[in-house]
């Protein structure tokens, strides 16, 4: 399996437009979350899916962003409008069974978002 | 209030030079500790997972071991292909309202000099 793939890998965009991120969990996996990264703040959970299906969407900073997941192999972030404060590196990862098993997640190698 | 500490921030060591990172953490129900790699541009890469007090786990030079308190990652005789910063993450029973998320401490950075 290639992993978790996410696009675009580098995204810069101005402030009050709209920013899409992409991600393609594992196959197989039932599990799909977005992470952002920063250094003040380091990994922060967003939301998470179970089944395709959004569990904790508590990590979500503002009414700006939406996640969606329209079926096991694709997941989207959505940033509209965008702020400068958006900037940072978003992560996708998944996994197989977490609450059940303690199975780990697999991470992507992330999207870094720069909003000028 | 459940959290992760990580110390500590950076770590340098020569080639060869052994040390130890901690991960002090406080949670309702721990139900895993994860230790993560992580190198610069990329995403995190699962190392460990450990479930119980006394509890350890290798891998080549790395060994992690877990306490009800804190987890530390031994790095034994290191190499410069070891140099990343190093995460720790906990998953509980009731966190954020919803059940076992991953809650990341900040990392250390380790560098290893040849």
């Known amino acids: 399996d290639a992993g978790v793939i996410q696009s675009p890998r580098h995204e810069v965009t101005e402030m009050g437009q709209e920013v899409t991120l992409r991600c393609k969990p594992i196959?197989?996996?039932?599990?799909l979350f977005w992470y952002r990264q920063t250094m003040m703040r380091g990994l922060e959970l967003l939301i998470y899916f179970n089944n395709n299906v959004p569990i904790d969407d508590s990590g979500m900073p503002e009414d700006r962003f939406s996640a969606k997941m329209p079926n096991a192999s694709f997941s989207t972030l959505k940033i509209q409008p965008s702020e400068p404060r958006d900037s940072a590196v978003y992560f996708c990862a998944s996994s197989f069974g977490f609450l059940k098993g303690y199975t780990e997640a697999f991470f992507g190698q992330g999207t870094r978002l720069t909003v000028v | 209030e459940d959290q992760v500490t990580q110390s500590p921030e950076a770590l340098r060591l020569q080639e060869g030079e052994s040390s130890s990172l901690n991960c002090s953490y406080t949670?309702?129900?721990?139900?895993?500790l994860f230790w993560y790699r992580q190198d610069p541009g990329k995403g995190p890469e699962f190392l460990f997972t450990?479930?119980?007090a006394g509890e350890e786990k290798e891998k080549e030079r790395l060994k992690a071991t877990l306490t009800k308190k804190e987890s530390f990652l031994h790095i034994t005789a290191p190499k410069p292909e070891d140099s990343a910063t190093y995460l720790c993450a906990v998953q509980g029973e009731y966190l954020r309202g919803s059940q076992g998320n991953l809650i990341f401490g900040k990392g250390t950075k380790l560098s290893v000099k040849p």
């Open positions: 450990l479930y119980s």
């Open positions: 949670v309702s129900g721990l139900r895993g």
């Open positions: 196959s197989g996996h039932d599990y």
